[in-house]
């Protein structure tokens, strides 16, 4: 089936919808009088349908505008910065009103909401340089909010929890920190590992707002276990619970957040009073006169479709004729647009709803359409290498452990533990299995080392024999090259050697 064939169908499905939506049935010879009266619908009526459906389309097209609007999450972590860094305070609103107001706040929480002179001037810069950010933050927060709180709530978490998110990301699924903390909660590898976040060179599910909200609320309450406090739970999110520990010890066993907030790292002096700011105007924001734009499109104005074969964003895009920028903020995780299949793996597709039922529908064309066009570009596809998986790197001009650990996520000693290494010393062209955690790294590593590997094989690389040296200690810096190899390749008679000898270790 062709592009434009599929689409035809498609587009006729769709149409069918509409009508079905507004109760228009084309065949009307079996109905009653009154039915058919009911039922009966102009051609020019069908038109006004259809171009308020057009004019909701080109609405929601300005909704999707601002969906896929990243800017303000990669300030967001300067605003939290730059707010404590004013020793004056900054007030928009009388002291005495905010103190009222969060003690209406704090009456109907399990959080410790109380007035301080920090707080007042977060509350403040948010309101006198951030309001048109925070403006869209809201509106933002209208597609996500529902899904983080039958999260939250799934989890006995309390549903405030969600303002967490405002802080961590800005609402921004792809954002990283400097240190390499990603997604809407900002998990760092290890800690969504632990939650069954998985990361290969297509997928980072720490970017998946559904698996990184549900990694987040098991990670609070297990927080919350710990410390037995919702602020220290949060104080802990940031900072890690050793420094929350290491706090309450240094304060003389304080569990006040605001009593051992001196004692924890400045970054976490400065979060967990953005987090309450965030609710405080989340809670007064028809006061402060806030008005964000309401969403077109919600949350649970989209489904999933469990995908069955390999099939790239940009193709559904095209079949369904759905906004491609739409596609890839509804499906973030997929960090090529590419969604991969796997025997033992699920993968989903998220769609708006009236796109779903058409690609459920059509799904052989669909998929066949999707393989035509894979089968013509599969060389140029990227391997999906996992996190864990095991590559082999060849050793180039200026690499020392150290730039190679940093490249692929790994420590020195773990490399040196996988290739049986005693020191620090590389050779160009010697091959090292890694195991790496920074996957982005490998695509680009597989493709440089190729040339590397075809230029060590063809050729030979020599090596000076050291004092103490034996064919055992040489065989042991070369994987893949045994004593025998050495004797064989160098035609050595016997294991004896000397300072100064040069033996080829290599089988070129």
């Known amino acids: 089936m062709t592009l434009n064939n599929l689409r035809f169908t498609l587009l006729f499905l769709s149409l069918g919808t509409i009508c079905f939506a507004q109760g228009l049935k084309p065949d009307l010879k079996n109905q009653s009088p009154q039915k058919v009266e009911l039922h009966k619908i102009e051609v020019d009526s069908l038109e006004l349908i259809l171009e308020d459906y057009r004019q909701s389309m080109k609405l929601d097209s300005l909704w999707r505008i601002q969906l896929t609007d990243q800017s303000y999450s990669r300030r967001l972590e300067n605003i939290i910065k730059d707010s404590l860094e004013n020793n004056a305070v900054i007030t928009e609103i009388p002291t005495e009103l905010l103190k009222e107001r969060l003690a209406t706040i704090n009456a109907k929480t399990p959080f410790n909401i109380e007035y301080n002179e920090s707080l007042e001037s977060v509350i403040g810069y948010f309101l006198r340089r951030e309001k048109q950010g925070t403006e869209r933050l809201m509106g933002l927060s209208k597609f996500y909010f529902p899904m983080f709180e039958a999260t939250l709530d799934k989890y006995d978490v309390p549903l405030e929890m969600k303002y967490l998110a405002l802080v961590e990301s800005a609402l921004n699924p792809q954002a990283k920190s400097r240190v390499g903390a990603t997604g809407l909660w900002q998990f760092m590898y290890s800690t969504g590992k632990m939650y069954d976040l998985d990361v290969s060179s297509y997928v980072d599910e720490r970017m998946d707002p559904v698996a990184s909200t549900e990694a987040a609320a098991k990670y609070l309450k297990r927080l919350y276990y710990m410390f037995d406090d919702w602020d220290l739970a949060l104080a802990a999110y940031n900072s890690g619970p050793g420094n929350v520990s290491k706090a309450i010890r240094r304060s003389g066993g304080e569990t006040n957040y605001w009593k051992l907030r001196n004692y924890l790292p400045r970054e976490t002096a400065g979060y967990v009073p953005s987090f309450q700011a965030m609710l405080y105007l989340y809670e007064y924001a028809d006061e402060h006169g806030?008005?964000?734009?309401?969403?077109?499109?919600?949350?649970?104005?989209?489904?999933?479709?469990?995908?069955?074969?390999?099939?790239?964003?940009?193709?559904?895009?095209?079949?369904?004729?759905?906004?491609?920028?739409?596609?890839?903020?509804?499906?973030?995780?997929?960090?090529?647009?590419?969604?991969?299949?796997?025997?033992?793996?699920?993968?989903?597709?998220?769609?708006?709803?009236?796109?779903?039922?058409?690609?459920?529908?059509n799904e052989d064309e669909i998929y066949g359409f999707a393989k035509e066009h894979?089968?013509?570009?599969?060389?140029?596809?990227?391997?999906?290498?996992?996190?864990?998986?095991?590559?082999?790197?060849?050793?180039?001009?200026?690499?020392?452990?150290?730039?190679?650990?940093?490249?692929?996520?790994?420590?020195?000693?773990?490399?040196?533990?996988?290739?049986?290494?005693?020191?620090?010393?590389?050779?160009?062209?010697?091959?090292?299995?890694?195991?790496?955690?920074?996957?982005?790294?490998?695509?680009?590593?597989?493709?440089?080392?190729?040339?590397?590997?075809?230029?060590?094989?063809?050729?030979?690389?020599?090596?000076?024999?050291?004092?103490?040296?034996?064919?055992?200690?040489?065989?042991?810096?070369?994987?893949?090259?045994?004593?025998?190899?050495?004797?064989?390749?160098?035609?050595?008679?016997?294991?004896?050697?000397?300072?100064?000898?040069?033996?080829?270790?290599?089988?070129?």
Request: charged residues 25%; hydrophobic residues 30%.
């Open 374 to 508: 894979l089968v013509e570009n599969e060389e140029s596809l990227p391997k999906n290498y996992k996190a864990d998986d095991k590559i082999n790197y060849y050793v180039k001009s200026g690499d020392y452990l150290g730039r190679i650990a940093e490249k692929f996520g790994v420590g020195v000693s773990q490399i040196r533990a996988w290739n049986n290494l005693r020191g620090n010393n590389l050779n160009i062209g010697q091959k090292l299995i890694i195991y790496p955690k920074n996957v982005n790294a490998v695509v680009e590593a597989q493709s440089k080392t190729k040339s590397a590997k075809s230029s060590a094989e063809s050729k030979p690389e020599f090596y000076k024999v050291k004092r103490g040296d034996s064919l055992w200690t040489i065989s042991r810096k070369y994987p893949g090259i045994s004593v025998e190899d050495l004797k064989s390749i160098n035609k050595l008679n016997n294991t004896q050697l000397k300072p100064g000898m040069k033996l080829k270790v290599s089988k070129s």
């Open 290 to 361: 806030f008005q964000p734009q309401l969403p077109m499109s919600t949350y649970y104005g989209t489904d999933t479709i469990k995908v069955k074969k390999l099939i790239t964003l940009d193709q559904v895009a095209k079949i369904t004729q759905t906004n491609k920028e739409l596609l890839e903020f509804l499906n973030p995780s997929y960090k090529l647009g590419i969604v991969p299949f796997e025997e033992n793996k699920s993968y989903y597709l998220r769609l708006p709803y009236e796109k779903s039922g058409l690609f459920v529908a």
